[in-house]
């Protein structure tokens, strides 16, 4: 599939940011849920990424590798504005794209673009945010990351499968999670990640 035309079509984060903002001042979110419960979780998450988008600091590691990417390369982000790991993530991804020249991402939305997201399902669910790594030429995609760190998303399969605890009850443990680790699982990650990437991409274009 050919991405370059979805990726033209997205926004940019200080367009996405702007759109959520809107959208509450008219007491709504993305998607077509706009229940009191959904308008909530979206003002938690403008909360997170106000924090998020000044601190913690970018860790020195993972300057160092943005800044060695070689290629051009495209981040088409997949998220909504009601997700939860979405606004502890999209801030830090995009803090680590400045990092790099060679880094352009854009914003889509889950449930607007259906036929994306099922080409990036996690055990079968459209767990979000993806992050997909793009050729900016041939628009194809060289790799994806997400939708969470590890640790994060073993509790969350735990979670699942036990059954047993109401979400409102997971979903604060969750966050305490982020907001213990500081970012510093989702920065190593989506590091290792975008360095496999990379090297992949310079070798296939050399």
């Known amino acids: 599939m ?5 990726f033209q079509q997205g926004q940019s984060y200080s367009e996405y940011r702007a759109m959520i903002d809107a959208l509450l001042a008219e007491r709504k979110t993305t998607g077509v849920n706009h229940s009191e419960s959904y308008l909530k979780y979206t003002e938690m998450n403008v909360r997170r990424m106000n924090r998020l988008d000044k601190r913690p600091e970018i860790l020195p590691e993972a300057v160092s590798a943005l800044k060695s990417i070689e290629k051009p390369m495209l981040w088409l982000v997949i998220t909504e504005a009601w997700c939860g790991d979405a606004a502890q993530i999209i801030p ?10 060679n880094v352009i991402t854009r914003y889509i939305l889950r449930d607007e673009h259906p036929e994306i997201m099922e080409n990036f399902l996690t055990d079968g669910g459209k767990a979000i945010p993806i992050i997909v790594a793009l050729d900016p030429y041939s628009g194809e995609a060289l790799g994806h990351w997400g939708p969470r760190p590890k640790e994060a998303q073993e509790m969350m399969v735990d979670w699942k499968l036990k ?9 604060e443990r969750l966050h305490s999670w982020y907001a213990k680790d500081k970012t510093v699982q989702t920065q190593v990650e989506f590091k290792e990640s975008i360095e496999n990437i990379s090297r992949q991409h ?4 050399a």
């Open 163 to 171: 059954g047993n605890e109401p979400y409102e009850a997971f979903s």
């Open 2 to 6: 050919n991405y370059l035309s979805i």
């Open 202 to 205: 310079t070798l296939t274009s």
């Open 92 to 101: 830090i991804v995009e803090r680590m794209a400045n990092e790099s020249p």
